[in-house]
């Protein structure tokens, strides 16, 4: 008989083992290889990795869930459960669950996220705190969390201390929002979501409060919205706000025109993405928990993303169902959807949805027995210990899950449908009320079987809208409903997917595919055997250009007949795209209107909410922002966020509309004030064996700016070596210094941000950069600056840096100007000019450009 190996016996990799075993698994697809062994591999604090590949991991999940399958009849066993989840092809558990299950190194939670909340208890220093602290403990257990803030008393309410009057809600979103900012686990920084009662005297404040650049950067910020300020926005008529928000006697009330507050949130969603809406009234009238709301279900709000209303101290472990693999001879004539095994594979998804719940609980129970064991007084860990003790009983008594899909995009392509066409459509709606029966189904059979989830009530959820849906679709699955009860309180959602995908290697749920084949470059020795030279960059690196296609693309291509191997122009790639069942199908094609539809049509079999971004081009007119808003209200959808391409760049300037333009001094090119967003070059140097980046902002192609230091490696890890443009745009820090981040497009076409550049570099490097930036905005001219660089008397260890910055910026010299004070190392001529950077001598014709 085999031992069983514990983790402390067990072999271990190495990172680059670990990569590489994981790279075969993924057939070469480095992206997924890393992300997983970055993520999801099982690793000790010290480093040791001890999985190889995916398959080690999933063999773990599998027999954890296969232990607590036996403590009830009729279990699955370890080897059908890693069936179902191994490749990532029919079932995934998605990130907190696929990290923490049987994970003996990490004393955290396998919950995806949380809401918390005080209620009205909420409006107080100690409430306020109490979340404050609350919140860090969830982040640092892994956990996404959102709280609403309609509690809070409006700003200038009277106040019995020493400020007499209130500072209303802001101030505490900074709070929140620096404290989420604070928390990083393993590299992964807190995610919080912040919500607002549109009715709240302050939202309008809130609306604005992430406008001011560097304000409130640490969360997402959606308002709730009620179908009463709909309609008052579609009737023109003015709404009341007032605090406290659902009071019948309010102490504060005023009246406000409705739909000068709806154009502010449709313009700050055109210029920024947020706020997101909530469309609370939609929320609350389907939510099924919130037939419990006297029993402490009550959704007061959302998780980071959107997709689980909540109600404090509950929580939602997630789990994604594949739905490109249940396709049968995808991208054919005869493809066809496996219904059958899809319906089988939905209930052995919720029955481990069930046993999670189980394995979460252990995980509450480990630290709790952490909290008590830690050695700070009962006092300190007093607040630490009832959360978790509140989250234990919600998990207890509600057994709530959350079973999503992925690949929607992916299926329908591989079936000849065009995602967002009116066949598409209806085929999805199908897919999710075939999951919402399959779910329910299974939840009322492990009910049977393991009993109902203990506050189960059939004549609370009898007028639910949702139950009714079900009730309409199948009278036998209702009926037993009736007689077993349900073993979860609620159970279905649609999330973001994004390393999940990845690592599925299909379209990110129910999003379409963002593009079918773009771009890369890759570095290349021209010594090399076999190798493409495209170009040859500016410090003498030679790299070749390839097509990377999306996984499904590929599968598409390579069925239809299509060579992979060749290397296609554009516009023959355009030609295939044009025949494939991509076309007119991807993320910035889908009509918007349509795809608010869409996600209102399937939202009806969705208990929880669906996570879904509507993707506009960057020339979309406010009003067409506003209409969409619209349309997903009437379409029934829970919530909606639009992203305007461009609209996270360099628009966040001012909440004054009617900013001044910067004035310029006179015999300077520049402005006094700093633009906050400014063009930029990215150049690369080496002097002897250090390897130089610099970013050089611009204004009217003029160096403005410049931030220097060493670059990573030669691999360029800072950014990517094809990088040679970009923007700096000056953002704020919560303590109010100055941060300047530098953004560019990566090859997917997607923003990449590199946050804070002065802190990236060597602090000296930073302070002489701050000097020479100095001169350079006082419109000393380049020739001079390169000068005075060149005569600075510095520690032998950065004259490197110097004689680098100075070649850097000798590019910006006009060919043609003079040069004093130097003479030529071949002939000693002192006719010397600046000709391209470089001083070439009039006399003699040798150039120097170094």
């Known amino acids: 008989m085999e031992i069983e190996k514990t983790p402390q016996t067990a072999q271990t990799y190495t990172s680059e083992e670990a990569f590489q075993a994981s790279l075969q698994y993924f057939k070469g697809d480095d992206l997924a290889a890393r992300v997983w062994v970055n993520k999801y591999a099982l690793k000790d604090s010290y480093g040791a990795i001890y999985e190889a590949t995916p398959n080690d991991m999933h063999r773990r999940i599998a027999k ?55 209620g009205s208890a909420a409006d107080s220093y100690g409430g306020i705190m109490k979340v404050d602290q609350e919140q860090v403990q969830l982040m640092k257990r892994r956990g996404g969390v959102g709280h609403d803030l309609s509690h809070i008393r409006p700003k200038g309410s009277p106040v019995k201390n020493s400020a007499l009057t209130s500072t209303g809600i802001v101030p505490f979103m900074e709070r929140y929002s620096n404290s989420t900012r604070e928390v990083a686990q393993d590299g992964r920084r807190g995610a919080l979501m912040l919500s607002v009662a549109i009715r709240h005297p302050d939202s309008e404040n809130f609306i604005d409060a992430k406008m001011e650049a560097g304000k409130v950067t640490g969360a997402n910020v959606s308002v709730r919205i009620d179908d009463e300020f709909m309609k008052a926005v579609e009737a023109g008529n003015s709404y009341q706000q007032q605090y406290p928000i659902n009071s019948t006697s309010p102490l504060y009330q005023k009246n406000i025109d409705a739909n000068a507050l709806w154009k502010k949130i449709v313009h700050n969603a055109w210029r920024s993405a947020e706020p997101g809406i909530l469309f609370w009234d939609t929320i609350i009238r389907e939510s099924v928990p919130d037939c419990y709301a006297d029993l402490g279900y009550e959704t007061v709000s959302t998780n980071p993303c959107g997709e689980i209303p909540l109600c404090p101290y509950d929580s939602c472990r997630l789990l994604a169902i594949n739905l490109f693999s249940y396709v049968e001879n995808p991208f054919t004539e005869e493809a066809k959807f496996n219904w059958e095994l899809f319906k089988k594979h939905i209930g052995a998804a919720q029955r481990m949805m069930d046993d999670i719940i189980d394995l979460e609980l252990e995980k509450i129970d480990s630290i709790l027995q952490k909290i008590d064991e830690d050695p700070e007084d009962a006092e300190i860990k007093r607040t630490e210990r009832n959360l978790w003790l509140n989250i234990q009983t919600k998990a207890k008594e509600g057994r709530r899950t959350g079973i999503g899909i992925t690949a929607e995009g992916d299926m329908l392509a591989a079936l000849g449908l065009r995602y967002g066409s009116e066949e598409g459509t209806a085929f999805s709606v199908e897919i999710h009320k075939t999951v919402a029966i399959e779910a329910y189904r299974a939840s009322v059979r492990t009910a049977k079987e393991r009993g109902a989830f203990t506050i189960f009530d059939a004549d609370r959820e009898k007028n639910n809208p949702f139950i009714l849906r079900l009730k309409e679709a199948d009278a036998q699955l209702y009926y037993e409903m009736l007689e077993y009860g349900r073993r979860n309180i609620a159970l279905l959602t649609i999330a973001p997917t994004g390393t999940t995908s990845l690592m599925s290697q299909t379209s990110s749920g129910i999003e379409p595919v963002f593009l079918p084949v773009y771009k890369r470059r890759r570095k290349v020795n021209p010594n090399d055997k076999d190798v493409r030279v495209d170009f040859v960059d500016e410090v003498g690196d030679s790299w070749e250009e ?24 554009e516009k023959e790639l355009e030609e295939i795209v044009k025949k494939s069942p991509y076309y007119k199908a991807t993320s910035n094609d889908v009509n918007y209107l349509n795809k608010v539809k869409m996600q209102g049509a399937i939202q009806k079999w969705v208990d929880h909410s669906i996570s879904v971004t509507i993707n506009m081009p960057n020339d979309v007119t406010e009003e067409l922002v506003g209409e969409c808003y619209m349309e997903a209200w009437k379409a029934g959808c829970k ?100 941060r300047y981040d530098f953004q560019y497009k990566n090859t997917r076409g997607y923003k990449t941000t590199i946050e804070g550049l002065s802190h990236k570099f060597n602090p000296e490097y930073w302070n002489y950069a701050k000097l020479i930036s100095s001169t350079l905005r006082h419109g000393m001219p380049i020739e001079k600056v390169v000068d005075l660089i060149s005569s600075l008397q510095l520690d032998e260890s950065i004259n490197t840096w110097k004689n680098g910055v100075a070649r850097a910026l000798k590019r910006y010299v006009p060919d043609g100007t003079e040069v004093k004070k130097q003479s030529c190392q071949n002939c000693n001529s002192t006719n010397l000019m600046y000709q391209e950077g470089c001083l070439t001598c009039k006399d003699c014709g040798s150039s120097k450009c170094g």
């Open 64 to 118: 954890e869930i296969a232990r607590i399958e036996v403590r009830y009849p009729n279990p699955l066993n370890e080897d059908e459960i890693f069936d179902l989840i191994k490749d990532f092809k029919y079932i995934i558990p998605q990130g907190s669950p696929m990290t923490g299950i049987g994970n003996p190194f990490q004393i955290a939670s396998l919950s995806n996220c949380f809401v918390i909340g005080n």
């Open 546 to 569: 390839y097509i990377v296609f999306h996984h499904r693309f590929k599968q598409w291509m390579e069925i239809n007949g299509y060579d992979i191997t060749i290397n296609y122009s």
């Open 639 to 738: 919530g909606v966020t639009v992203y305007r391409d461009g609209s996270r760049s360099g628009v966040l300037i001012s909440t004054d509309d009617k900013q001044k333009e910067p004035e310029v001094v006179a015999n300077t090119p520049f402005p006094t004030i700093r633009p906050q967003v400014l063009e930029a070059e990215v150049v690369r140097f080496q002097n002897k064996k250090d390897k130089w980046i610099a970013f050089i902002g611009l204004i009217d192609d003029q160096p403005y700016e410049i931030f220097t230091g060493f670059a990573d490696d030669e691999d360029g890890i800072l950014i990517p070596r094809w990088v040679d443009e970009g923007l700096i745009i000056k953002n704020r820090e919560a303590d109010g210094s100055s």
